[in-house]
């Protein structure tokens, strides 16, 4: 069974930084992709970043500037600096990864969500 676990939102101020963290932990045999989305009220859910293996790195054009993408040594655990914080970056956030199982079986995986609020 595999498993993403989320933590680092909260309540921050306009301007303030805030870091998420997700953990990958399981039957993994390899994470091909690891990132993050966000959805706020009455809006769709969108790809905020993304980070691959190899590093390479994809950020949502709101946020370019402002919110850094990392991963770990083990490409197991994904982190989403964010600075600058503005109160349209309220939202649920999510961590994805699309992950292959020991038994060689891929899907996307979902995190719980972890709320972000910015507001004075």
């Known amino acids: 069974q595999v498993q993403l676990m989320e933590s680092g939102g909260g309540l921050v101020q306009p301007g303030g930084s805030l870091r998420l963290s997700c953990a990958a932990s399981g039957s993994i045999f390899s994470i091909n992709a690891m990132g993050w989305y966000r959805q706020a009220p009455g809006k769709q859910r969108e790809l905020v970043a993304r980070i691959t293996p190899g590093d390479s790195t994809y950020y949502v054009d709101s946020v370019k500037g402002r919110f850094i993408i990392s991963g770990n040594n083990a490409k197991d655990t994904v982190y989403l600096q964010m600075n600058s914080l503005k109160p349209e970056d309220t939202a649920v956030y999510y961590c994805?990864?699309?992950?292959?199982?020991?038994?060689?079986?891929?899907?996307?995986?979902w995190g719980q969500g972890t709320q972000v609020t910015v507001s004075s």
């Open positions: 994805n990864a699309y992950i292959i199982t020991a038994t060689m079986r891929g899907d996307d995986y």
